[in-house]
Structure formats: C-alpha cells, structure tokens
DNA sequence: TTGGCGATTGGCT
DNA sequence: GCCAATCGCCAAT
C-alpha cells in the first residue's frame, strides 16, 4: 500500500484499452484516476469496476441513446456520470467502437493523493470508506455531471493513468445491486482488498 | 403530465 | 441487516 508517486504515472493512451468492455473493466483494475481541483490533485487506484456490455438489459444504453445516456456512445476512454438515486453520482468509462453503447462503472479506489481534500469532500477521516463505492467515489473526486463526456485520455480535470504499482490478484464475479441480468460475472476487483466495495464474501 | 423506478448511502435496530 | 431518503429519467397516460 505505498502511494504511487504522480510523476511516475503516464496518462493511458485511448490505444492501449481494450475495446471489448468486460476487457476493459479487467484492464482498468490497478489503473490510477486523477482529478485536478482548485484545492489540489485527488487520486487513487482503481480496485473494483463492472463491466456493463453490448446489449446489457442493466445497462444504460440499453433503450438507445438519450441526452442523458450519449456519453456511452462515445468512442472508448470517455467519462460517463449520472445520478442514481437521487443522490449518488456514478463515474464509467465508455467502450466499445464509437456510437455503441457501452461502458465500464468505477466501483471503488484505493485514496493515494489528496486524502485530507478527500476526508474534507467525505466528511469523514476514515480512509477505508472515503472511496469504497460508486457513489463516495465521486463525491471524494467531486465529479458530477458536468464531467459527463470528457476525455479521460487527456490530461484535464479528470483522466485515467497508469501505476507504476502492480495490482494485486483480480477476482471476477456477480455485479452488486442490479436486478436485471444479475448473474452474469462482470464485476473485477482486487481480491482480499480493504478498498473494494460490497459484501467481504464478495471480494475473496 | 405523471408515476414508478433505480449501477446507493448512511443511520438505526 | 433493514430501510427510508431523494430526484432525474423515461415509458405510458
């Protein structure tokens, strides 16, 4: 659990990820997210995704493009963010070839820069929970919709880059808190860490 | 125009 | 573990 330093993390380039989205959601384990405030640099490595594929009857895209949803067909490397219950916004990464909707959720990060902006964003000096879940994940990074769309392969105020760190072994399983096509095995985590969101007989 | 419904969270039992 | 809060989205009226 040593923090990565920034300096030696690069910016992923939209070549390197994998096209197909339950590939990238495995790629994106042990990937680092960068979000540059006013206060500082906030980020963390990336210890839990879902993948939410082609044709996915829980996915987003499913119904077609809206103004809501079009980010997830952009081509791959795009930030989609929505609100879920009224109260918790979602980070994805869009997929696939440009104008198919898809997209992998980030699910959860283990903090690395920024901890004391993350504690203030979160209320809370509990490192374990500052960004254990889609929804506390984005409200440590203070993303909203207004990054809906960006370029995560650009260094801006949000973007994806590598660790100079290896992850840990990566576990595969059923995704957390959907009712439709809720069997299939698409969520990736870092097996046995503390960072991962869910149930802990989830993240063995 | 409206009503049902979430890719969640935090507080309480 | 259970459950209410909360509100944008969209299918159906």
Redesign the pocket.
């Known amino acids: 659990m040593i923090a990565p330093t920034l300096t030696s993390s690069r910016v992923l380039d939209r070549a390197e990820l994998p096209v197909d989205t339950a590939q990238l959601a495995r790629f994106l384990i042990g990937k680092i997210v960068v979000r540059k405030l006013t206060e500082g640099v906030v980020a963390g490595r990336i210890v839990e995704t879902?993948a939410?594929p082609i044709g996915d009857p829980?996915?987003?895209?499913y119904?077609?493009k809206?103004?809501?949803?079009q980010a997830?067909f952009l081509e791959r490397g795009h930030a989609?963010v929505?609100?879920?219950?009224?109260?918790?916004f979602?980070l994805?990464v869009s997929s696939e070839e440009p104008g198919v909707g898809a997209?992998?959720?980030i699910?959860a990060i283990e903090p690395t820069h920024g901890i004391d902006i993350m504690e203030r964003r979160?209320?809370?000096a509990r490192l374990r929970?500052l960004a254990?879940?889609?929804?506390?994940?984005c409200?440590a990074l203070s993303i909203d919709?207004r990054l809906d769309g960006l370029d995560l392969c650009q260094i801006g105020a949000l973007w994806l880059g590598t660790d100079a760190q290896i992850a840990g072994e990566i576990g595969q399983g059923k995704?957390?808190?959907?009712?439709?096509a809720a069997e299939s095995p698409l969520r990736f985590y870092v097996r046995n860490n503390t960072f991962v969101?869910g149930?802990r007989a989830l993240n063995l």
Request: glycine letters at 18%; hydrophobic letters at 25%.
């Open positions: 879902e939410y829980a996915g987003h895209a119904r077609g809206t103004p809501r949803n997830l989609y929505y609100l879920a219950y009224g109260s918790s979602m994805n997209g992998v959720l699910r979160r209320g809370t929970d254990r879940g889609p929804g506390r994940l409200a919709r995704r957390i808190g959907i009712t439709r969101s149930p």
